[in-house]
């Protein structure tokens, strides 16, 4: 239902539109039919053979405009379904940038993939058939069978009552339609992800001689959605015959009936061909009906995945109302007493961290691996919200700034810099979308990328490739370094980000990361030591909170975690 909910009013007229031009076809047949009606009660009553031209003049005169009514509805229902694709893929895009990236990836990327492109793609049947088949068949049904009621009331309701069960009865077979449906829904996004798995993994899976296997397993996922199809489909069939047994059962309830009351008098000769004729045009918009049911197959369990996406509540809710008034200078930042444990996870990510850093200060947090470090940047972006804690900008709470401004303070960069599909150019404007010509310029030259991009066949209008693969892992660092010049936010997030460079690029690299932390408060994080020396201040995690701090000198005289960490390191590299 919020598949529909979210539509706009353009659309709804259209749709409307549709179900009116299905109508009027039905209109058609049911003019047809007391046509002839007519024109039999004519034959067999009288000889007079003018009286059987204005029906045949008029017969023919509807079979024309049915034919001109059926084009207009068919080259209509593809532009309402293209519409109404559009407005639920965009939808689906505000729901994605609304969940965010902590609740987004609780998901498989090729099951959001599939949903994303063909899910909606699937809807098509359902959308342009399906949905205003069901309208305009239950409306035209009725209204045919009112006409017969006028003429005879008990044939008439009988009529009335079989058509209606014929969709009804479907109800019946729909729990076993929505558990094969969910089956489906779920072999086919396995199969999809898995496919994607391999496809981005090939080079790892050749290097370890297992493609051959993964492949296997491929063939026996594709086995599976094939029985899960083939279960849906047998599913559907069965609920579609039980309607169908409506029509045959309804049409010789009204002949004998009909014919009963032509003998016992209560209804004329011309009644009894009126019958029969419109009898047969309340159950044909059920037969329409049936041919939709069976194009939206996959349609509906599509659906349910669309809208699963669609009722996603955002993890992090942007209650705020009032941007701040932001000062130029590097704020304070504290964190007070911080738990948070991933909803996946039984164990505490954090559990009673708690840290302060003055105006324009660089802190290194360090820690083994699973400490806690990146969670706390995580928290800091609002991707989720603290189970308990909190944490203050200028002592002001986190929650109280809108979502915007918040990240809009804050500049990243990270391990694994994300480069769009894309030019230089684009990837770098991402950060200032207004940037002039110039401050791309500067940012580059003091991201240190001023020697390298003019080398690139098309400078800053290079096309970097999906995640910037046609880039080394050093030239992907300056572009996020320029990049975060170029956002000058007041707060600056290192997350690690010389671990994936080698040690020629890295001071160059360190240099430029030096330039870019002037004036900013700064949070390093940091699993290779040697990059958090230049910190005004270390801080060692350990299990979600902080058990050191102090200089390198210090904590190496303490000879506690961070004094093992250093031992470690240097012993790893001797
Ligand atoms: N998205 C997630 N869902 C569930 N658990 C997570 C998620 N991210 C991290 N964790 C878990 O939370 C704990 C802290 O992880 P975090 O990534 O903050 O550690 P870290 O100190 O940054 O580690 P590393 O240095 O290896 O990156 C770990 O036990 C980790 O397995």
Redesign the pocket.
């Known amino acids: 239902m919020k598949l529909f909910l979210g539509l706009r009013p353009r659309s709804w007229v259209e749709i409307a539109g549709l179900v009116g031009l299905m109508l009027l076809v039905t209109a058609t047949y049911v003019g047809q039919g007391l046509m002839i009606a007519d024109l039999l009660s004519t034959v067999f009553s009288s000889a007079d053979i003018a009286g059987l031209a204005t029906p045949l003049v008029v017969i023919g005169v509807l079979q024309v405009l049915r034919i001109a009514l059926i084009v207009v509805r068919d080259s209509w229902a593809p532009r309402v379904s293209a519409r109404v694709k559009e407005a639920v893929r965009e939808g689906l895009t505000l729901k994605l940038m609304e969940i965010g990236p902590g609740q987004a ?2 998901m498989r990327t090729g099951d959001l993939q599939s949903t994303l492109v063909d899910s909606v793609e699937l809807l098509d049947p359902l959308l342009s058939r399906f949905v205003p088949t069901v309208l305009a068949s239950v409306l035209g049904s009725c209204l045919a069978a009112m006409y017969v009621i006028a003429v005879d009331p008990v044939v008439g309701l009988v009529v009335l009552a079989c058509a209606l069960l014929a969709p009804l009865s479907k109800l019946a077979g729909e729990k076993s339609i929505r558990e094969r449906g969910s089956r489906w829904t779920v072999s086919y996004r396995s199969m999809y992800s898995e496919s994607l798995d391999a496809v981005q993994g090939m080079a790892t899976l050749k290097a370890f001689n297992a493609s051959g296997r993964r492949g296997r397993e491929l063939i026996e996922r594709g086995e599976a959605f094939c029985r899960d199809s083939i279960g849906l489909m047998v599913a559907w069939c069965g609920t579609s015959s039980i309607g169908a047994l409506m029509v045959p059962i309804g049409t010789t309830a009204a002949v004998g009936l009909g014919a009963w009351h032509a003998a016992t008098g209560s209804v004329s000769v011309a009644g009894l061909f009126t019958i029969l004729m419109l009898t047969r045009e309340t159950f044909r918009p059920m037969t329409e009906l049936e041919a939709a049911y069976h194009s939206a197959y996959y349609a509906i369990p599509a659906g349910r995945a669309v809208a699963d996406v669609l009722n996603l509540e955002p993890v992090v809710k942007d209650t705020a109302t009032t941007a701040p008034e932001w000062p130029c200078d590097p704020p304070g930042l504290e964190f007070r007493d911080l738990r948070f444990c ?1 909803p ?2 039984r ?1 505490p ?1 954090l559990d009673g961290f708690n840290l302060v850093i003055t105006p324009g200060e660089r802190v290194a947090i360090v ?10 940047i ?1 928290l800091l972006m609002r991707y989720f919200d603290t189970d308990a804690g909190s944490i203050r900008i200028n002592d002001r709470d986190i929650r109280e700034l809108p979502l915007r401004n918040l990240r809009s303070m804050i500049g990243v960069v990270s391990q694994d810099t994300y480069l769009f599909h894309g030019t230089v150019r684009d990837n770098l404007l991402l950060a200032r979308p207004d940037a002039t010509d110039e401050e791309i310029r500067r940012a580059v030259t003091a991201a240190q990328a001023a020697d390298f991009i003019p080398r690139l066949p098309r400078g800053l209008d290079t096309v970097v490739g999906e995640r910037g693969l046609k880039l080394s892992g050093g030239e992907r660092q300056r572009i996020a370094i320029a990049r975060a010049l170029l956002k000058d936010a007041p707060v600056l997030v290192l997350d ?1 980000p010389t671990s994936s460079i080698d040690a020629a690029n890295e001071a160059e690299i360190t240099q430029a990361l030096g330039d870019l932390t002037l004036g900013r408060t700064t949070i390093i ?1 940091a ?1 290779r030591l040697s990059t958090v020396r230049g910190a005004d201040r270390i801080v060692v ?1 350990e299990s ?1 909170r902080v058990v050191e701090f102090g200089s390198h000198p210090d904590l190496v005289a303490r000879k506690g975690l961070y004094a093992e960490l250093v031992a470690t390191q240097a012993g790893a590299l001797a």
């Open positions: 990836q609780r991933y996946t996870r164990a990510a820690g083994r691996s699973g400490a806690g470090k990146s969670t706390i995580g690690e994080i699993h995690m979600g």
